[in-house]
């Protein structure tokens, strides 16, 4: 059972930035063999996909974060980044690390077995 955990979020003015990262533990397989991912939850919103890096290093990312979010993993360190750049207040939410095993490249919550407890981030002047 693969135990995810978030940290790095807080509170930030709009065009700031914020780095997160995801910490696996009690991995079965080797970490980089997971497909990872980066999901959001705003009040009263759905959970939506916001990047993904997979096996192959392949990553992909939602269309409102493009060129302002970039995903990366150190495999050595079993951990999951999200730089995130120039942030706005819609992307206020609480942020979820998810994890799946196989060749995976998408946004689907039901296709991730692993989920952290996330982290807070709030854009605000």
């Known amino acids: 059972q693969v135990q995810l955990v978030e940290s790095g979020g807080g509170s930030v003015q709009p065009g700031g930035s914020l780095r997160l990262s995801c910490t696996a533990a009690?991995?079965?397989?080797?970490?980089?063999?997971?497909?990872m991912a980066w999901f959001r939850q705003a009040p009263g919103k759905e959970r939506e996909g916001v990047t993904t890096t997979n096996r192959d290093g392949i990553t992909i990312y939602a269309d409102s974060v493009k060129g302002r979010f970039t995903i990366s993993r150190d495999n050595a360190k079993n951990t999951l980044y999200l730089q995130m750049n120039s942030l706005k207040p819609e992307d206020t939410a609480r942020y979820y690390c998810?994890?799946?095993?196989?060749?995976?490249?998408?946004?689907?919550?039901?296709?991730?077995?692993?989920w952290g407890q996330g982290t807070q981030v709030t854009v605000s002047s």
């Open positions: 009690a991995v079965e397989y080797t970490f980089s063999s997971y497909c």
């Open positions: 998810a994890a799946r095993r196989g060749w995976y490249l998408g946004f689907a919550r039901e296709d991730f077995n692993y």
